[in-house]
Structures are given as C-alpha cells and as structure tokens.
C-alpha cells in the first residue's frame, strides 16, 4: 500500500545512472524507488491494520495493531514511529 503524501512530505528519487531518469519500483510500479525520506506525512486515507509500505519496504501497522501487540507480550517486533522524526534512508551506514 501507498503510505507516503508526496505533495507534503520531503524525499529524493534514486536516479538512473544511465539515464538520469526517476528509478520506477519494478514490484509496485509506477511507485519510484525512494533515496531518502526526510519527512514522511501518511496520505489521509484509510489503512488496514498492518500492511506492507511501498516506500519504505517495511511492515507498517496502526497504533491499535501495536498496543494490542504489546498488550500480548508479542516478542520479536520492534516498533518505529513513522512521525517528524522519522527519516528513511537505507544508505545509512554504508
């Protein structure tokens, strides 16, 4: 699913080298294959209780999906919030 208001939010496109044209996602296509994400604002729409984001390639859930998981004791989940101090970035540390 779509998550990421692109209108809203702050983000880079991978480029191609030969190109130099917007990498299109082959798996979700016309979703482009995001550099980095400096500012992730959700579209205002409905979203299932966990799903797979495209932008960021990451099970996503809601905030009812992680209490009752920690109300469980589920163990082996961490949890990021995707708020103002979310940055995506999977070059970070190479």
Not at 6 to 29: A, H, M, N, Q, W
Not at 77 to 86: L, M, N, Q, S
């Amino acid at each position: 699913m779509s998550l990421l208001d692109e209108k809203r939010s702050s983000y880079s496109v991978e480029l191609s080298v030969e190109t130099g044209e917007p990498i299109t996602d082959k798996i979700f296509p016309p979703t482009p294959v995001y550099e980095k994400i400096t500012k992730f604002i959700a579209k205002d729409v409905v979203k299932p209780q966990l799903f797979s984001c495209v932008e960021i390639m990451r099970l996503v859930c809601m905030e009812k999906f992680k209490r009752e998981a920690e109300g469980i004791g589920l163990k082996g989940i961490k949890f990021t919030p995707i708020d103002e101090r979310y940055v995506y970035d999977p070059w970070a540390g190479w």
